[in-house]
């Protein structure tokens, strides 16, 4: 499969901040892949870099085979973009916007902006100048201006910031069009794992300008820690039996016992009949997965001390 | 179509739309009104009486400006200063609003040059410094005709509307660095700041005698017409204006945006 980006040791340093340091990273085309890190991470900074609007320090970036390099011309009429918050220019209408954005891609039809419009739910604003769209429809105009040309690779930053629930699942579903249906490639940043684990095939995690993991959605789903939860009436008697059955269970706070081991979070009919055999039965039995938030903190190692 | 043609295409419609060539040729309708309203009052003493002071300065103005010649010469002073100003607040509002409205990330990964986007803004300044002149021409014209100011020969109106048209275009040669400072400074305070510094320098640099070598100074004396300037003094003003334009396309070539 043909490479997207690929990245080689890509590092940016700001005097003594080192804001993204070794990254190397690959991306096939065809592939949703996911940049996920905290504010301040990287990821923008990488995503600049991508795009040639900043000069690397270390490393160097390619992009649709094209190495990039700062005002260079290649390789854009195949690449769109959004970086951070979308702007436009205030004075003009979301179609006139979109004009330019096509002036910008020489060669893209003028029926583009039409069918851009449509596509992104814009037509009742067409006509309306930017500078009183809300921040909703300043994002969906963000991403017609990405997607106007038709790109192989689409690269956004924070894509669904700003938008209501039902433009998230819109945007989910554009992007998924345009990777199965069209065989383009997206890369996109987020900080919020739960939105990109519904849409990636494969998850960068970056902390501190390092790349710290890289793994595909199966891996993702497989590392969330999972626990067994269980309440009975007569916990010490209900933990000594687990105990001896080899289920050790630890008593949290509230008196909900917990267990973690794999026997038992995989067949909780077999918890629950030792614990009526034994006469101790469950008031409740939950198996919770580790929540996306927690797990993803606990990969960039803030998971035990961000409550301190 | 050229990139460049679609390029220009969207710098005229974002001036237009935004009205600040309307607004800014409006702003420079006020100066040649103003020195038609002296006139006026110095030429009618007893209106020149109500005012007290106004009528005072009016006397000052109408002693420079009783006849064609002595008007053109005034009128080409107010290029130099007001189209200067109008020019900076232009030049920073067409390159300033790219960083200040977080527009410029949208130019810059694109399959356009950024040479041609930069030529599309700086044909619209120069067609934006022809639009200011045009005006300031036009009404300063025709309030001298309605003044019905004497001395009006066509070498006299020839030779006085070819040293506006000079001084004209010497201002627009030195507003061009501005576009640096505009992208430099990612929007219109150093800009603003700079042209003030600007007019300062001039008015200096003429003082201690080195108008005729201080870019910003020349289209000044040029207007001032005391004594002719040496050859050297336009060639600095026009080695200016290129210095300006290729240091804002190295600035846009070279330098990280990383807003």
């Known amino acids: ?308 | 179509m050229s990139e460049l043609s679609g390029m220009l295409w969207a710098e005229f419609r974002k001036a237009i739309r935004s009205r600040m060539p309307l607004w800014t040729s409006l702003g420079s309708l006020f100066l040649p009104i103003a020195i038609a309203f002296l006139l006026f009052v110095a030429r009618n003493p007893e209106v020149s009486r109500k005012l007290g002071l106004v009528g005072a300065k009016a006397n000052l103005v109408a002693y420079s400006g009783t006849d064609w010649e002595a008007y053109l010469g005034l009128f080409t002073q107010m290029v130099a200063a007001g189209e200067f100003i109008l020019l900076v607040l232009s030049i920073s509002w067409v390159f300033g609003r790219e960083f200040t409205d977080g527009t410029i990330k949208d130019l810059l990964a694109v399959p356009v040059r950024r040479s041609s986007i930069l030529l599309a803004k700086f044909i619209l300044i120069a067609a934006w410094a022809g639009l200011l002149t045009l005006v300031i021409f036009a009404s300063g014209f025709l309030m001298g005709a309605l003044l019905q100011l004497p001395g009006g020969s066509v070498p006299i109106l020839l030779e006085g509307s070819g040293r506006v048209v000079l001084t004209a275009c010497l201002t627009t040669l030195v507003v061009l660095p501005y576009a640096f400072f505009a992208s430099a400074g990612r929007g219109y305070l150093l800009p603003l700041g700079m042209a003030v510094l600007a007019l300062m320098m001039a008015n200096l640099a003429v003082v201690i005698g080195w108008g005729e070598i201080f870019p910003w100074s020349i289209p000044l004396l040029l207007a001032q017409a005391k004594e002719p300037l040496p050859q050297a003094s336009p060639w600095i003003v026009i080695i200016t204006g290129l210095v300006g334009m290729a240091g804002t396309w190295l600035w846009w070539m070279k330098a990280d945006q990383s807003r």
């Open chain 1, 1 to 308: 499969m043909k490479t997207a980006i690929e990245t080689e040791s890509l590092g940016k340093r700001y005097g003594e901040i080192q804001a993204v340091e070794g990254l190397s990273l690959r991306v096939s085309e065809g592939e949703i892949y996911a940049f996920l890190g905290l504010n301040g991470a990287g990821k923008t900074t990488t995503i600049r870099m991508l795009l040639g609007m900043i000069k690397p320090t270390a490393g160097s970036a390619t992009v649709l085979g094209t190495r990039v390099r700062m005002g260079s011309v290649k390789p854009w009429a195949a690449v769109g973009y959004m970086v951070e918050d979308p702007h436009a220019y205030e004075e003009l209408t979301v179609r006139e916007n979109l004009e330019v954005a096509r002036r910008l891609h020489p060669g893209t039809p003028g029926k583009a902006v039409g069918e851009i419009i449509e596509r992104l739910g814009l037509a009742a604003y067409a006509d309306r100048r930017t500078g009183t769209l809300s921040h909703g429809n300043a994002q969906r105009l963000g991403l017609a201006k990405a997607m106007l040309h038709k790109p192989r690779l689409l690269i956004l930053d924070e894509p669904a910031n700003g938008l209501d629930p039902m433009g998230i699942v819109e945007i989910r579903e554009l992007l998924l069009e345009l990777t199965a249906g069209q065989g383009g490639t997206v890369f996109l940043s987020s900080h919020i794992l739960a939105e990109v684990s519904r849409l990636a095939g494969r998850v960068g995690i970056i902390h501190q300008g390092r790349l710290l993991r890289e793994m595909d959605a199966a891996t993702l789903e497989r590392e969330r820690s999972r626990r067994f939860l269980l309440n009975v009436r007569e916990i010490e008697p209900a933990r000594k039996v687990l105990l001896a059955a080899g289920h050790p269970a630890t008593r949290q706070m509230d008196g909900t016992l917990e267990l973690q081991d794999k026997d038992a979070i995989e067949k909780p009919e077999e918890i629950n009949r030792l614990l009526v055999e034994a006469g101790f039965p469950p008031t409740r039995l939950v198996v919770e997965e580790e929540p996306l938030e927690e797990f993803f903190l606990r990969l960039v190692g803030m998971g035990e001390n961000r409550h301190e």
